[in-house]
Structures are given as structure tokens and as C-alpha cells.
């Protein structure tokens, strides 16, 4: 699985992951039941995050973050994501938006985005899917055409997540219609103040709520030149490389959802009583766990190992995230259905969060690229094409 690969995280980790999880118990747990009923934005949970330096994990050090990196990363998105899936998108969906600026921005935007991310004064959206180009994103109609004075964009993006909280964005257009398909494509760094910028309706989704997922819309919105982000036409490049340092983020959040709903009905399974006996002495229920319980284990090595690979930059980085992304959404898909089943009733009832972390599961399996896409990646890694 790969030189010097490590099956446990170092001290300093395994004390980042006892600060973090120690907040979400506090603080964020309490407040997860009501963000998913009324859908709003925690900005007091955002601030703690900010205030406890958390926002900043993984950003450089020598442009204004708190350092660390992927490993760190799926640690703090894992441990909000077994109390609050869509609070885990705070630190998630920045990272998105910023890695583009990290992995191909200048000096001054890096700078721009890592400290503002870190000290709560910048918040990023990432807006690659379109109405009609989800998984085919190569087919984007967004448009950016350069004039004496900059660039002038005109399209829309669709179920951008953190829409609307966020105030920059990473957007890219077609910059030369005439190129092969996905030759043509910038990225661009804009900010929700420039003339033209909208945004369109907010989303009334299943699952992580409190996280608003909104459409974003250009009319005619001037940019200057400054906002490219990297080589003009080498956006799409851009595009994908940040999906595969992003995938193993996502397959965290994953992790972290499937993880809070089996220690929910552990728990509720010790305790519950049938026919004379708790739950949990019935062995039909045991091997459930059982299955449920490497499931969730085995996602754990995928995750990280993806998480490696993305601190590495490997050359093999596209082949574990696909599998950690792929593998850990379908875990959690399964273990919260199952631990739904394993309450009965009161699986299905809002009284109990795991109908919550089953609906929370289902977009881990659709975003950042759906698992069909996952398995499409493997197989090409596989055997060519």
C-alpha cells in the first residue's frame, strides 16, 4: 500500500482529533438537530471554528494557515461529520474552493485566500456544475470573453454548495469556444461584489442541511485579468486535479456520518429491551453490527491512505481518491440504512439523529463526482483509455 505508510495518525494528530472532537461534542451536537430542521447557516458555529483556529487546517503556514494538511483535513471534517454533516461542510467546501488558488494561483491570491479563509474574513464556493452539464462538466456553457479592461462573464452554476455564505468563488467558463472540448476553459477567482454577480434560488434538499446550496448567476460580470486562476484555457485541467485533492475529503465527511449513526445505534441497541433481553444479545443484530463494523473500518484505512496520497501529491492520487470517495460514501449509505433498521421505529422518527445521518449519506454517493464517475476513473486507471 505504499512506502512509509502508517496505520496510525503521530501524537500531534491524535491530539488535533481529541481538540475537535471535544468541540463538536460540546458545542456542535447540541445544535445539530435544530440547523437540520430550519435549514439556516450556523454563522455562531462558524465563528467558533474560526476562533479556534480550525478553519485554517490545512492551509500553508507561509501564506497565513494554521499548516497541516489532507490527514489533518479528513480528521476534522470526520469528527464534525459524526455530529453534523452539514456543519462539516464549513471547513469542506472552502477547502474546495481554495484548492485551485493553492495548487495553481499566484502569490497574492494564495495569500488572499489562506488568510482570509483562517481568520473568518473570506469564505469560498466552487463552482464547476452546470443546468444542463453535471458529470459531463467538459460541456459547460459559461462564457468569459476578455476585453481592453479584463474579462466578461456570462452563465450560470448550479447546486453550488455554501452559495450565498461564501463571498469568493471559483468559476470557470469557456474562454475559446473553438478549442477541443474541455481545451478552452478558465478558472477564474471572483468575488460576489462584482457588477453582474448574482445569485439564483436556494435548494430545499434531503439532507445536509444548514448548508445552503444556491444557484450562481453572471450577467455580463467584469472581472479583471488578476482573477485568472493559472494558465487562461488550462482550466479544466485545473478542474479535475482539484477534484482528486478534494474526493478524499468528502469520502471523510463519508466516514464520519456512517461513524456517528453506528455509535447512535450501538448505544440504543445495548439499552433497548425485547423479549426479555437488550437487542444487542440477538445474534441476527450482532452480525449486522459485525458487517457494519468493517464496513466502517475498512473505509477508515481508504480515507486515509487517499488522504496520503493527497499530501504526497502522487502520481497514483486519482486512483485512491476515486476508491476512498466511492467506497466510503457507499458505506455509509449502507450502515445508515442498516442502523435505521436496527432502532425500528424510532429509527424512522426525527427524536433520533440516524434518519438524519441517512439522509445526510445519500449526497456523499452524488457530489464531487457520483460513484458511477468513481468506478469510470478506476477502470480507465485500470485499463487505460
Not at 62 to 82: F, N, Q, T, Y
Amino acid at each position: 500500500m505504499g512506502e512509509g505508510l502508517s496505520f496510525s495518525f503521530t501524537e500531534e494528530q491524535r491530539a488535533f482529533q481529541a481538540s475537535i472532537r471535544q468541540l463538536t461534542e460540546d458545542k456542535i451536537a447540541p445544535r445539530a438537530q435544530e440547523i437540520d430542521a430550519t435549514d439556516e447557516y450556523p454563522w455562531d458555529l462558524d465563528e467558533l471554528l474560526v476562533k479556534n483556529g480550525f478553519t485554517a487546517v490545512s492551509y500553508p503556514e507561509e501564506h497565513g494557515g494554521a499548516g497541516g494538511g489532507a490527514v489533518e483535513l479528513c480528521i476534522l471534517v470526520e469528527e464534525i461529520s459524526r455530529a453534523s454533516a452539514g456543519v462539516s461542510l464549513i471547513p469542506a467546501v472552502n477547502k474546495l474552493g481554495a484548492i485551485p488558488v493553492l495548487l495553481h494561483g499566484r502569490p497574492q491570491q494564495k495569500t488572499m485566500v489562506c488568510e482570509g479563509i483562517s481568520e473568518g474574513r473570506h469564505r469560498m464556493s466552487y463552482c464547476l456544475t452546470e443546468p444542463s452539464s453535471g458529470s459531463d462538466a467538459a460541456a459547460m456553457k459559461s462564457r468569459a470573453v476578455e476585453d481592453s479592461d479584463g474579462w466578461v462573464l456570462n452563465g450560470s452554476k448550479r447546486f453550488i454548495t455554501g452559495a450565498g455564505v461564501a463571498d469568493l468563488y471559483t468559476y470557470f467558463a469557456v474562454t475559446d469556444p473553438s478549442a477541443p472540448k474541455g481545451k478552452g476553459i478558465t478558472a477564474f477567482l471572483l468575488s460576489q461584489d462584482m457588477p453582474g454577480f448574482s445569485l439564483g434560488r436556494k435548494e430545499d434538499k434531503m439532507g445536509i442541511r444548514g448548508s445552503p446550496t444556491r444557484e450562481v448567476v453572471l450577467e455580463d460580470c467584469r472581472a479583471p485579468r488578476e482573477s485568472v486562476i493559472g494558465e487562461v484555457d488550462q482550466g479544466f485541467q485545473i478542474a479535475m486535479r482539484t477534484l482528486d485533492f478534494s474526493r478524499p475529503t468528502i469520502a471523510a465527511q463519508a466516514l464520519g456520518i456512517a461513524q456517528g449513526a453506528f455509535d447512535v445505534a450501538v448505544d440504543y441497541c445495548k439499552e433497548r429491551q425485547q423479549f426479555g433481553s437488550p437487542v444487542s444479545a440477538f445474534q441476527g443484530l450482532q452480525f449486522m453490527f459485525a458487517d457494519m463494523a468493517m464496513k466502517i473500518e475498512t473505509a477508515r484505512l481508504a480515507v486515509y491512505r487517499a488522504a496520503l496520497a493527497v499530501d504526497d501529491e502522487a502520481s497514483d492520487l486519482p486512483y485512491w481518491a476515486a476508491i476512498a470517495k466511492c467506497y466510503a460514501s457507499d458505506v455509509a449509505m449502507d450502515v445508515t440504512t442498516d442502523c435505521v433498521q436496527a432502532l425500528g421505529g424510532y429509527g424512522y422518527v426525527r427524536d433520533y439523529p440516524v434518519e438524519r445521518f441517512m439522509r445526510d449519506a445519500k449526497i456523499t454517493q452524488i457530489y464531487e463526482g457520483t460513484n458511477q464517475i468513481q468506478r469510470v476513473v478506476l477502470a480507465r486507471h485500470l485499463f487505460g483509455g
